[in-house]
C-alpha cells in the first residue's frame, strides 16, 4: 500500500509541475511580446528541440547505423520536396527495411 501512496505522490507532483510550466508564462506575459530576437527565439525553439530529440533517436532505433542513415537522406529528401508527411514516414520506413536487408545479405 505505501508504493502505490507514493507512486500517486510522484504523479501528483509531476501534473502540478507541467500545469505551472504551462500555465506561468500565460500569467506572467501578458503583454504583446514586441522584442524581435525574443520572438525570433521562441519561433525557432521548437525546431530546435524536436531536432535534439529526433536526431538521436533516429540513430539508435535501427540495428544498423548505416540504414538509420539511409532513412534519414530518405526523408529529408522527400520532406526538401514537400511530400506528405505519411509519404515521407512510410519511405523512409521502407528505405531502412531494404538498407538492412542488403546490409544483412553482404
Do not use: H, W
Not at 88 to 103: C, L, M, N, P, Y
Amino acid at each position: 500500500m505505501p508504493d502505490t501512496m507514493q507512486l500517486l505522490i510522484y504523479i501528483g507532483a509531476m501534473a502540478l509541475v507541467t500545469y505551472l510550466i504551462r500555465l506561468l508564462p500565460l500569467v506572467l506575459f501578458t503583454k504583446k511580446i514586441t522584442n524581435r530576437f525574443v520572438k525570433s527565439f521562441l519561433y525557432y525553439v521548437p525546431y530546435a528541440v524536436l531536432g535534439a530529440m529526433t536526431i538521436p533517436a533516429i540513430f539508435t532505433s535501427t540495428t544498423y547505423v548505416a540504414s538509420a542513415a539511409v532513412g534519414l537522406a530518405v526523408a529529408v529528401f522527400f520532406a526538401y520536396r514537400e511530400k506528405s508527411l505519411l509519404f515521407v514516414a512510410v519511405s523512409a520506413s521502407t528505405a531502412v527495411f531494404v538498407a538492412e536487408r542488403v546490409i544483412e545479405f553482404f
